[in-house]
């Protein structure tokens, strides 16, 4: 059965010249169509490999030469209505993160810079033996 997951994929910005100091990190969200669990993973990791590379010499970051590394896929969800095409009011994903306090809640909402643990990464690094459990787990 064909189903809709939301696969978090992290790629990060790699300096050509000075790799030294804070790495820039994105998490992309995107909207996978499968069969399985695996298939999607799969299709996720095609993804996120397919997203790596400098454009042709031409992407900079602070005006440097670097490149988009794809560091792998952080999680994968399957979507709320999964049998559904997703659609206004769908859920496709969610983050579990935990904070010292309410105020830090505030904090967060308003984009201050808080102290936020990710709670619901894989466990493990994933693979394809583990990986379903560790989703399984989250659901």
Same mark, same amino acid.
């Given at each position: ?20 100091? $804070?790495?820039?990190?994105?998490? @992309?969200?995107?909207?996978? $169509?499968? @069969?399985?669990?695996? *298939?999607? %993973?799969? $299709?996720?990791?095609?993804?996120? $490999?397919? &997203? ?6 031409? %992407?900079?970051? @602070? ?6 590394? %794809? ?9 709320? &209505?999964? &049998? ?6 769908? *859920? ?27 709670? &619901? ?19």
């Amino acid at each position: 059965m064909t189903r809709w997951y939301a696969a978090h994929i992290i790629l990060f910005a790699r300096r050509k010249h000075d790799a030294a100091g $804070k790495v820039p990190v994105w998490e @992309n969200i995107v909207l996978i $169509k499968a @069969n399985s669990e695996d *298939e999607a %993973f799969a $299709k996720a990791e095609a993804r996120g $490999k397919s &997203d790596e590379g400098d454009d042709d010499g031409t %992407f900079r970051w @602070n005006g440097e030469p670097a490149e988009w590394v %794809f560091a792998g896929v952080r999680k994968l969800t399957l979507c709320d &209505d999964a &049998d559904k095409r997703p659609g206004d009011g769908s *859920e496709i994903t969610y983050t579990e993160l935990e904070v010292n306090s309410e105020q830090s809640v505030r904090d967060l909402v308003a984009g201050k810079a808080v102290n936020v643990r990710v709670v &619901d990464q894989f466990s493990e690094p994933p693979t394809r033996q583990n990986r379903s459990a560790s989703a399984k787990q989250r659901a």
